[in-house]
């Protein structure tokens, strides 16, 4: 049997081209226009439900200033214009008192922030003045994909690799693996590979659901 390793292309940023627009089409338009310096709002803060996509959009801008938020994290001072400061409800007191400085700093220095969160920025359970701050730019919600919508992006997938995915395995998909858009395209990859290794041209409920069973075999017998 073929091992089901879920290696999917390890280190490699996402792009915003690959983000699956959804109810979102103002999100990505807005992002683009920051990301180029077109729009003159510096400061943007998104928020939504995890899984929704906001890591990826962040990664996509920006992989290099990309910042994930931790109860350890702590933001020093940096010359560099641009910050992005993923999931903020995380951070510490002290972490987000280091944030509210470095916002400061930007808003001074003519510098940009882009921050994140999984509600708006009056209900984080955060140092106040950093909340208001948050608050003080462009704030948009990223919308989850719909269960239709998660569908047709796995079969825009499957397509882009060359391969179909039947419409009742895309519903077995979202009954039977993680439901966020991360996690189902790094499915389709392996599954992908699972037809390409078994000459089989489509991805059907038996095939996924071989696929699924060899990844419980060998998640249970490293």
């Not at 951070?91 to 940009?112: D, K, M, T, V």
Request: aromatic share 6%; charged share 25%; glycine share 8%.
């Amino acid at each position: 049997m073929r091992q089901l390793v879920l290696d999917m292309a390890p280190g490699e940023s996402p792009r915003l081209e690959d983000f699956v627009t959804g109810r979102n089409a103002e999100v990505v338009q807005a992002l683009r226009q920051w990301a180029e310096g077109r729009d003159g709002e510096r400061f943007i803060y998104l928020w939504g439900e995890p899984g929704a996509g906001k890591t990826h959009l962040l990664r996509a801008l920006a992989p290099h200033r990309y910042q994930a938020c931790t109860a350890d994290t702590c933001f020093e001072p940096d010359p560099h214009p641009l910050l992005l400061a993923d999931n903020v409800d995380r951070l510490s007191p002290q972490g987000a008192e280091s944030l509210f400085h470095r916002f400061n700093e930007r808003r001074e220095e003519g510098g940009r922030l882009l921050a994140t969160g999984p509600c708006p920025p009056g209900q984080l359970n955060l140092l106040p003045d950093l909340a208001t701050r948050l608050g003080w730019g462009l704030v948009l919600r990223v919308h989850a994909l719909e269960d239709q919508e998660k569908i047709t992006a796995l079969e825009t997938r499957a397509a882009q690799m060359g391969v179909r995915l039947a419409p009742d395995a895309g519903r077995y998909i979202l009954t039977h693996w993680a439901r966020d858009t991360g996690s189902l395209f790094s499915l389709m990859q392996e599954l992908n590979r699972w037809s390409l290794s078994t000459h089989r041209p489509m991805i059907t409920v038996p095939l996924v659901r071989e696929a699924l069973a060899a990844l419980q075999l060998q998640t249970n017998h490293p």
